[in-house]
């Protein structure tokens, strides 16, 4: 079976190359030449576990190579980007999933099919998408095999999950749901859930949404223990003794494709009733300006002016740094403070690469990241500080010997 990948980021690239990986001709398309480019001469343009062996194996052994342009095949998968509009609900942009099933129909033939894995409003694929497949002259479910497959994997350890993990095939009938579950039992171990469509793609929001509305609570806890004079973190360890609470864990913000991104559009798609998505939305999206606020307090109180920030991915060890609340914290501190920033997977060109001459005098530690590496701090990177302060957003921070003043989201500065 030959399959074209259409897109190559994130999950585009993973999903292609588990497919090669399990036998199978795969051809992975992008507009980003330098994409193709790098690919088509052995290198890796993301950070993922595990990713560079599989691709070094599928790219020399020739089951994957990397083009600018579609060819005809069996199976199309378009995972590109869905952002927000710039519209009052940040609705879903289906600009690039659009113009990319655009650009595969001069390649389509009867028998073949279309998969959709690209995150999407409800009701997209048989609204949108289906009738221009339909105005091409075929009929779904006999020409063609169309379906919505949302990613549900988590970077860092996206290619256990996709083999591992529950399957939702969202086809547009019987007939594509049948064709698509095929396709993916080639290395799917977990459940092939059917679902219609409209379903699948609602599950999807609602997967991410849970998340983002249950980060909410805790961030919340946050800010009514901080004027109670309460200690969150200690709240929520309590808590969650009780045999049926789980509540997550505060932090800067949320971050990356999905969580950040996702809730809106169910927002756009529902406004009147999607009362307390709104509200974890409002809530998370503002906590970034309130760790900044926390921020300048303590540097106004300790007369400092050098803040070593650690981190700008928006979650540990992966260098994705799409919709990341620590991006939007040092660009705001960057306005007052000289903010030197250290990042082991993030490298754009103010990111510097080495951890000791980050810390060297500096009057904060800001940790908004929770990077293995910043769990392995150690006295000498403390005693290059100009003051020894740390403001831990994750709470990751050793035990130290040495003499710190350490605040965290349950010990905010005042």
């Known amino acids: ?6 897109g190559l980021g994130y999950i585009g690239l993973p999903t292609a190359l588990t497919f090669a990986n399990y ?3 795969v051809v992975g398309v992008d507009i980003d030449e330098t994409v193709i480019e790098k690919l088509n001469a052995g290198e890796v343009h993301i950070e993922e576990p595990g990713l560079y062996e599989i691709y070094i194996d599928v790219w020399q052994n020739k089951r994957f190579r990397a083009s600018a342009t579609i060819e005809k095949s069996d199976v199309f998968i378009i995972a590109v980007p869905t952002p927000n509009k710039h519209d009052k609900y940040k609705s879903c ?23 959709i894995e690209s995150t999407i409003y409800p009701g997209a694929t048989e609204k949108v998408l289906q009738p221009i497949i339909e105005a091409e002259g075929y009929e779904i479910g006999k020409d063609i095999y169309l379906a919505h497959c949302p990613e549900r994997v988590l970077p860092g350890n996206i290619f256990r999950e996709l083999v591992e993990n529950d399957r939702i095939i969202g086809g547009v009938t019987e007939k594509c749901t049948c064709r698509v579950k095929d396709i993916y039992n080639l290395f799917v171990r977990g459940q092939l859930l059917g679902a219609s469509a409209s379903s699948a793609e609602m599950s999807k929001l609602m997967e991410n ?13 946050v800010k009514i223990s901080d004027e109670l004079n309460l200690n969150a973190l200690e709240i929520i360890d309590l808590a969650n003794k009780h045999p049926r609470v789980n509540i997550h864990s505060p932090g800067p913000g949320v971050g990356g494709h999905c969580l950040a991104v996702d809730p809106y559009f169910i927002i756009a798609e529902s406004p009147q009733q999607a009362q307390m998505i709104s509200k974890a939305r409002e809530i998370n999206s503002t906590m970034p300006m309130f760790i900044v606020d926390k921020v300048k307090r303590l540097m106004e109180k300790s007369k400092g002016n050098r803040i070593a920030l650690m981190g700008l991915a928006y979650k540990g060890n992966v260098d994705d740094v799409r919709e990341s609340p620590a991006v939007k914290i040092y660009q705001e501190l960057s306005n007052q403070f000289t903010v030197n920033v250290f990042d082991p997977y993030v490298k ?12 060297s005098g500096a009057d904060l530690m800001l940790i908004l990241t929770d990077h293995d590496e910043f769990k392995q701090f150690t006295d000498e990177h403390l005693k290059r500080m100009n003051q020894k302060i740390v403001f831990d957003t994750r709470n990751i921070f050793p035990d130290f010997s040495e003499e710190v003043t350490y605040y965290h989201m349950g010990n905010l500065p005042d």
Not at 1 to 6: I, S
Not at 209 to 221: G, H, M, S
Not at 348 to 359: G, I, Q, W, Y
């Open 1 to 6: 079976m030959k399959l074209t990948v259409l």
């Open 23 to 25: 036998g199978q001709e």
């Open 93 to 115: 942009d289906l600009g690039y999933v659009e113009k990319a099933l655009i650009s595969l129909l001069p390649y389509l033939e009867k028998g073949n099919t279309i998969i």
């Open 209 to 221: 949404t849970f998340r983002d509305v249950n980060i909410a609570l805790a961030n919340e806890l």
């Open 348 to 359: 754009p060109a103010d990111c510097r690469n080495d951890l000791l001459k980050t810390v």
